[in-house]
């Protein structure tokens, strides 16, 4: 197996990456698991965790795959369970699950005389039903789990909790209301573990990334025929560095995260990996 960027040695952790069916969260099992962690892949598309799980294990790390909806409470709890029973009580937890959905999104960036009527879903259209899946998907999606595996870290020095939040925490973007909104309560909910659980041993921090592009975002970012959307030109003009990032971008900010030694007196911070979007005013 290759090293990690920073050395970071987890030999002896077992980690949990919930998402891990998917682009980022499937690399950050890769990225753990190459220092060393026993890697429980979570995710509602057991295949899709059981392929890069297999993946893992090809490399000559440790890894199992399971079935998990993190909307399930009982569900999560059972798989935690299972997990303690398989690889051991977990100590470092990603929270990675999460997204968006075309039914909490609108239309149009700006609302316009008219639409009310038109054939355009705008704001007014927008369905509670949509809306609330996006919320519960990333909110309740990260408070669940955190609710399974947290309890097998009480008490024990060393255990790490990293949400996922999103440059859409800091400013908001068009089209994704809900989304943003769900992300911004990530940040906050990062605090408030940080508070909850600081005398019990348990670090709480998170990841903001920028645009990178992925399987969710691809029809955002890119027209059928590849090439870029108007989105995308308005995203790279707002990103001072011009590109975006690539998944291997987030392993150092990964890694030093849930390295005890290299950041143990750091809790509750959201880093953001954005190539300087949020520092960026536009001007």
Known sequence: MKKNVLNTDLTGKVAVVTGAGGVLC?????????????????????????GYAEEIVAEGGIAKAYACNVLDKAACYGVADRVASELGPCDILINGAGGNNPRATTDKEYFELGDIDAETKSF?????????????????????PTQAFARQMVGREGCNILNISSMNAYTPLTKIPAYSGAKAAISNFTQWLAVHFSKV?????????????????AKLLFHEDGTPTPRTGKILAATPMGRFGESEELEGGLLFLVNNEAAGFITGVVLPIDGGFSAYSGV
């Open 124 to 144: 007014f259209d927008l369905e509670s039903e949509g809306v609330g899946f996006v919320f519960n998907l990333n909110f309740l999606g990260t408070l669940i």
């Open 201 to 217: 041993g348990i670090r709480v921090n998170a990841i903001a990334p920028g645009f990178f592009s992925t399987q969710q975002n």
């Open 26 to 50: 499937s690399y950050f099992a890769k990225v753990l698991a190459r220092a060393g962690a026993r890697v429980a892949l979570l995710d509602i598309n057991e295949l899709a965790a059981q």
